[in-house]
């Protein structure tokens, strides 16, 4: 990164993980970062600030830069110009993972096009300390981060993640999970297994699970509370006749690419994409 800068720490910009929820889920190196870089930005400075009193680290006289969605385009100069003078900034996100549904992104875009070393101190996450707990298979997942709040474009969104093979894993206020689950029940098919998780690593830590129906009359009836992680796993296989799977795809090829034909049976059929794509390209070798 560079030759250290007056507090030690090398030139550049560092993104560091926060807790999501428990304050010693912090790294030593994310803490040595706080304690030596020049100029401190985070997306809320109360609760960097508050992390760095618990954790007995001294703010001394250095900057403390609030950088969030609403102020970005101010304040990213200003940060920029603190990376030309060959200083040391971390970033902290308000909780978890930098990048991950945090306003990050433009400032660690901006630091490398203008040649600044950029690296992250890694940490706690939220999707993925979710999926660790859900149950559910973690070997592929897709994060969707929140989805639209009006029901019928959230029903398109989730509609349009129906093959996604693999979790499907998003961020939910409590306020909408009842009705973000009746519109997955809806759009993705109520069997499937889900999970709600939420205030992961907090004293009242708690994983639910079941169908999509079950969590989203649960979730209806008794209320959710504090932050949500909302998790669904794969469409069950449901037995379907290869004579029938055949004929369907041996309609679609007539007039689609083998491509086009397996989604379109994968949905017409709700299978699995790569299983009725794998047949597509069986049948068409044969043509």
């Given at each position: 990164?560079?030759?250290p800068?007056e507090t030690?720490t090398a ?7 926060t ?6 889920d912090i ?13 401190l ?5 109360r ?14 006289d250095?900057?403390l ?8 385009a101010?304040m ?13 900034v ?6 978890g ?15 490398r096009?203008a ?23 973690t070997d ?8 639209p ?11 349009a993640l ?41 004293r ?6 079941g ?9 209806a ?22 004579s029938?799977?055949d ?17 379109s ?21 044969k043509a």
């Amino acid at each position: 990164m560079g030759n250290p800068s007056e507090t030690g720490t090398a030139p550049g910009l560092y993104l560091i993980a926060t807790p999501i929820g428990t304050a010693r889920d912090i790294t030593l190196r994310a803490l040595d970062l706080l304690a030596g870089a020049d100029v401190l930005a985070a997306e809320d400075t109360r609760s960097l600030r508050k992390l760095m009193q618990i954790h007995g680290i001294a703010r001394a006289d250095r900057p403390l830069l609030s950088y969030h969605d609403h102020n970005g385009a101010r304040m990213r100069p200003r940060l920029l110009a603190e990376l030309a003078e060959g200083k040391s900034v971390v970033y902290a996100s308000e909780a978890g993972m930098p990048m991950i549904a945090d306003p990050g992104y433009d400032l660690a875009r901006a630091a490398r096009e203008a040649g600044h070393a950029v690296t992250v101190a890694p940490g706690a996450s939220a999707p993925v300390t979710a999926l660790a707990l859900s149950g559910l298979p973690t070997d592929r997942f897709f994060f969707g981060g929140f989805l639209p709040s009006g029901g019928n474009k959230r029903k398109a969104a989730l509609a349009a993640l129906a093959q996604v093979p693999g979790t499907l894993v998003f961020f939910e206020s409590p306020a909408r999970t009842a009705a973000m689950l009746a519109d997955a029940a809806e759009a993705l098919g109520g069997d499937r297994p889900a999970a709600i998780a939420r205030e992961l690593t907090k004293r009242f830590e708690e994983v639910q699970r079941g169908t999509l129906e079950e969590l989203a009359a649960r979730s209806a009836a008794q209320g959710v509370k504090g932050e949500v992680v909302v998790l669904i796993g794969e469409a069950p296989e449901r037995p379907v006749n290869e004579s029938d799977l055949d004929s369907a795809l041996e309609q679609a090829l007539e007039t689609r690419t083998v491509r086009d034909a397996a989604d379109s049976v994968a949905r017409q059929l709700s299978l699995p994409r790569r299983r009725v794509y794998q047949r597509a390209l069986e049948l068409e070798g044969k043509a």
